[in-house]
């Protein structure tokens, strides 16, 4: 299992990379597709188990843990309210992404058609996990992810990134592991596996949260000139 722990964090370190590069290029907007590419993919490989250092995982627990950045640099260069637009985008994605799929999926399939199983199988039936997706994971923790990163901020007076990216992050991520998992998979799954997947879930996100602290450092200076200002500790 070696080969899943190493594309893990080679997965982990050039994806974060690849936000600043679509930061520098784009700006806000590259942020945002970005953002909204996350959504969208982590909802595709929600079903998708892996195994990491030899337990039970989903690896759309990966892409949702960088979703945290995304809100994190828009919110710290461009204000709370630009992050609960950022939320509210990303959620209208991911509704439209899903009406799409399951309107698709109406259509009488082509005989010649040799995927259309694999693809049924992945998109019906998860209204559950779309719901709780859509309700927990995104217009209520990330949208208190936003709240609590700006609060932080107030708090210490726009010091410590490093402390308001990891506290709002890691507190968001243990009630998403614990609120998302329960009300989307609870019964489907033996309770022991499901809490062996939050539990490593919640651990890789953790993980992908420190390793992104010195992302959003370097935000301020993969910002566009037009918008760039002077870090604060």
């Known amino acids: 299992m070696v080969l899943n722990e190493a594309l893990f964090f080679g997965f982990v370190i050039l994806d974060l990379f690849l936000a600043l590069i679509f930061l520098k290029i784009w ?7 970005f953002y909204v590419i996350h959504i969208i993919m982590s909802q595709v490989t929600v079903k998708m188990q892996i ?3 030899g337990f039970t995982t989903i690896f759309g627990s990966i892409l949702f843990a960088v979703l945290f950045l995304c809100t994190d ?3 710290e260069h461009f204000g709370k309210e630009e992050g609960y637009k950022t939320v509210n985008i990303g959620v209208a994605s ?8 399951q309107t698709a999926l109406l259509f009488i399939p082509s005989s010649t058609n040799q995927v259309i199983g694999s693809f049924k199988n992945l998109f ?12 927990i ?15 932080i901020a107030e708090w210490t007076k726009n010091k410590y990134l490093w402390l308001r990216n990891n506290l709002s992050t890691w507190t968001s991520q243990t009630i998403t592991a614990i609120l998302f998992f329960q009300a989307a998979f609870a019964g489907t799954i033996p309770q022991s596996i499901l809490w062996q997947i939050i539990f490593v879930g919640l651990v890789m996100k953790l993980i992908v949260a420190l390793f992104d602290t010195p992302y959003i450092y370097l935000s301020y200076w993969f910002l566009p000139n ?5 870090v604060k500790n």
Not at 124 to 135: E, G, H, K, L
Not at 137 to 151: A, G, T
Request: charged share 15%.
């Open 124 to 135: 019906v039936d998860q209204w559950r996990i779309v719901i709780s997706d859509i309700v």
């Open 73 to 75: 640099i828009i919110t």
């Open 226 to 230: 037009n918008i760039k200002r002077s």
């Open 27 to 33: 700006g806000k907007t590259g942020i945002v597709v």
């Open 137 to 151: 994971s995104y217009l209520l923790i990330q949208k208190f992810d936003v709240w609590f990163f700006h609060k």
């Open 94 to 101: 991911l509704i439209f992404f899903i009406l799409v799929v």
């Open 51 to 53: 195994t990491l250092f």
